[in-house]
């Protein structure tokens, strides 16, 4: 269902955690980056900037009432009351980045300052710890990124809520950790598969801090 409606039934209370990839980006136009490959030293074209429109399509200003909140897209989505940031490193370890976006930040009002999570996840380069099998999702998260954001920064008595859980890895990492969770998708197609792995998952009697290292 669509979360916006969802969410109505949702209170914000000191148990309800907001941790979430909106789809932002839906206008984005990458054709600069051929356009780059040609003449790299050039100024990239700023056709990329289309990413701001999203605005016009994307609204998600019903997420900020909720106090504790984690939301992927800084800086394209901006919260002006967040109180830190964590910064997903996608490709640790590696001395020449590929043309892909290194890091991915979410601001977060869970922490002050910042964090650094590495985790490899770009094109075929994985880390093979912990990491769960490639969906048809165009910006699934890794699982072990969210097993580690969620024990991280939350508790056992809390609800985790996704409003934009796509393929369910926010579920999923919920789950395995003993959380309550919900979550909203309102495409039909990552629905089941969000639907069919919460059914394979199970929930762990170890701390994945005892995993990740």
Not at 137 to 160: A, C, F, N, V, W
Not at 176 to 193: A, M, P, T, V, W
């Amino acid at each position: 269902m669509d979360c916006c409606l969802g969410l109505k039934d949702i209170p914000d209370n000191q148990n309800t955690v907001i941790i979430t990839d909106p789809p932002y980006g839906i206008n984005l136009d990458l054709k600069w980056l051929s356009e780059m490959n040609l003449a790299k030293h050039s100024p990239s074209n700023k056709s990329d900037c289309k990413i701001i429109n999203d605005e016009k399509q994307l609204d998600i200003t019903h997420l900020f009432k909720y106090h504790r909140r984690l939301i992927f897209g800084f800086p394209y989505l901006y919260d002006a009351n967040a109180t830190g940031w964590i910064v997903w490193d996608k490709q640790p370890k590696i001395a020449e980045r590929g043309i892909v976006t290194p890091v991915e930040v979410a601001s977060t009002t869970l922490r002050k300052g910042y964090d650094i999570i590495r985790v490899m996840w770009g094109g075929y380069m994985r880390d093979k710890e912990g990491c769960e099998e490639r969906y048809a999702h165009p910006t699934q998260k890794p699982l072990k990124l969210m097993l580690r954001i969620i024990e991280k920064y939350t508790s056992e008595d809390d609800l985790i809520v996704d409003p934009y859980c796509g393929t369910g890895t926010t579920l999923v990492a919920s789950k395995k950790l003993g959380r309550n969770y919900i979550g909203f998708e309102i495409d039909s197609e990552y629905f089941k598969i969000a639907e069919e792995r919460l059914k394979n998952a199970f929930v762990t009697d170890k701390k994945f801090g005892g995993y990740f290292h």
